[in-house]
């Protein structure tokens, strides 16, 4: 069985920062593009950053400039950094992965992880 399990997310004020981690756990073949999501109250699911097996990295518009993604492909691992933390990045945070196992790929997500930002 194939799990997500983030970790990282908390309080902050305007202005700070916090890492978020995501790691990857089951039986698993490979890991294709992985990425962070986010999904506040009373608004749509959207993506915040993803990252390729490779590296190239994608990035939502209001993002930009101020998170940053990465990967461990040693540890089936993703992670976003949110520094110039804003009131309007406060979302429950998902991690995502494209995994390929035996026979075919399927997307995975985690549970969630509270990111608040008070101003």
């Known amino acids: 069985q194939v799990q997500l399990v983030e970790s990282g997310g908390g309080l902050v004020q305007a202005g700070g920062s916090l890492r978020l981690s995501c790691a990857v756990s089951?039986?698993?073949?490979?890991?294709?593009?992985m990425g962070w999501y986010r999904q506040a109250p009373g608004k749509q699911r959207e993506l915040v950053a993803s990252?390729?097996?490779?590296?190239?990295?994608n990035y939502a518009d209001s993002v930009k400039g101020r998170f940053t993604i990465s990967r461990d492909n040693t540890q089936n691992a993703v992670y976003l950094q949110m520094t110039s933390l804003k009131p309007e990045d406060t979302a429950v945070y998902y991690c995502?992965?494209?995994?390929?196992?035996?026979?075919?790929?399927?997307?995975?997500w985690g549970q969630g992880t509270q990111v608040t930002v008070s101003s």
């Open positions: 995502s992965a494209n995994i390929r196992r035996l026979y075919s790929a399927s997307d995975y």
């Open positions: 089951g039986r698993i073949f490979s890991i294709n593009v």
């Open positions: 990252i390729t097996t490779g590296g190239s990295t």
